[in-house]
């Protein structure tokens, strides 16, 4: 094997990811993700710390986007509302969205805490009178 030559699997690096070829990247999600705000807080849900994962793939309509999402409060009262949001952020726009479909998966471990508040969210919720 030459040095230019990439050795993958078990005995060198990680298999490659799989082929993401038409589908939005993460990266964009996540930025799509940011025009949803929490409705008490009026921050996103990002920024927030709510999101804690997306995985995208690909069915025979188009892209799928599954979020791994949880709230401040188990108890909170406005989980369709973030649905709402969220499902518009990714499915609508000049281009017909970034997704065909949004599921939600909500989690509870970990638990929300202060501590997954961004930098970012920390400066908007101080511009707002909250102590972080």
């Known amino acids: 094997m030459s040095e230019d030559t990439v050795q993958r699997g078990a005995a060198g690096m990680p298999e490659a990811p799989a082929k993401t070829e038409g589908l939005p990247s ?3 999600l996540e930025e799509a993700m940011r025009d949803v705000v929490d409705p008490e ?10 999101l804690y994962g997306i995985d ?4 025979d ?12 409060s188990a108890a909170c009262p406005l989980t369709d509302v973030i649905e709402d949001q969220a ?3 990714l499915t609508q726009g000049a281009d017909g969205g ?8 909500w989690v509870w471990m970990p ?3 202060p501590d997954k ?9 101080r511009a707002l009178g909250f102590t972080v």
């Open 111 to 113: 638990p929300w805490g």
């Open 87 to 89: 499902r518009a952020a």
């Open 56 to 59: 995208v793939h690909s069915d």
């Open 26 to 28: 993460v990266d964009d």
């Open 41 to 50: 807080l009026g921050i996103n849900v990002v920024d927030l710390g709510l």
């Open 98 to 105: 970034l997704a065909n479909d949004v599921r939600i998966n």
């Open 117 to 125: 508040i961004t930098d970012d969210g920390r400066e908007q919720l």
């Open 61 to 72: 309509a188009g892209p799928v986007v599954t979020l791994d999402m949880t709230l401040t």
